[in-house]
């Protein structure tokens, strides 16, 4: 005899999977909204850090400006020297400090090797993410080839030796051996008084490249924090 299956055993049967169903579907759906949960707080705390850095960045930035503007202060303080216009002579062993001073460029990277470590795909902006490879694989590796690299920004290594070969015997000593002013009227002759000021012009130039590309580096810093926080919110 053929066992025919009854109504209510089918739908018995069918309300069994429907509820093993739900059940396997729910839990699917409940552990894949954990692991979003999770994934958005790892990358709102990396997006923090970041943020963090980047304000420290700012900073250290702003320490190099300072000192490549004192360094451009100092081409024309010894370039009046130089054609004898008036100094403020007690201002020269500051100057001489400041000529020839060379700068390195430090990042807060922790933020950003985080980031890395979990996978950049965790940030699910892609201009937002975009923006944060930009600025730490290529602004800031441009710049600290430029400060510690670039041949041309190596002032002391470049000028010093050859400026004080030209223009020490000019330098007034105090009883302490500390510079304390030029001669007047100073002595060089024309091929010295020549490549002293095509040292000096040089220096100030390629300190006023570097600035330029310090201001663009900090626009662009300002403008991924704003991107960060508009995130954030």
């Not at 850095?53 to 024309?76: C, F």
């Not at 008084?193 to 040292?199: A, G, T």
Request: charged share 25%; glycine share 4%; hydrophobic share 40%.
């Amino acid at each position: 005899m053929k066992n025919i299956i009854s109504i209510d055993a089918i739908k018995k049967f069918g309300f069994e999977f429907l509820s093993i169903f739900i059940g396997v579907f729910a839990a699917f759906a409940l552990d894949s909204w954990n692991e979003t949960r999770k994934d958005k707080y790892v990358e709102v705390k990396i997006l923090s850090e970041i943020n963090n850095g980047l304000k420290q960045d700012i900073q250290d930035i702003e320490l190099n400006v300072l000192g490549h503007k004192q360094g451009i202060e100092a081409t024309t303080f010894f370039q009046k020297a130089i054609l004898s216009l008036p100094i403020n002579h007690d201002s020269t062993n500051v100057y001489y400090f400041r000529l020839f001073r060379d700068f390195i460029s430090t990042q807060n990277s922790s933020g950003y090797q985080t980031l890395k470590s979990k996978g950049l795909e965790i940030i699910d902006n892609d201009s937002l993410r975009s923006q944060i490879l930009s600025l730490y694989e290529n602004d800031y590796n441009s710049i600290r080839k430029l400060e510690e690299e670039y041949s041309e920004l190596q002032f002391h290594k470049n000028y010093y030796s050859k400026f004080n070969d030209c223009f020490a015997e000019n330098l007034i000593f105090d009883t302490k051996g500390v510079v304390k002013g030029i001669n007047s009227p100073i002595v060089l002759t024309t091929k010295q008084k020549n490549i002293l000021l095509l040292d000096l012009y040089r220096i100030k130039r390629n300190r006023m490249f570097v600035l330029n590309i310090y201001e663009d580096i900090i626009a662009k810093i300002q403008a991924l924090q704003q991107s960060i926080e508009e995130e954030l919110q």
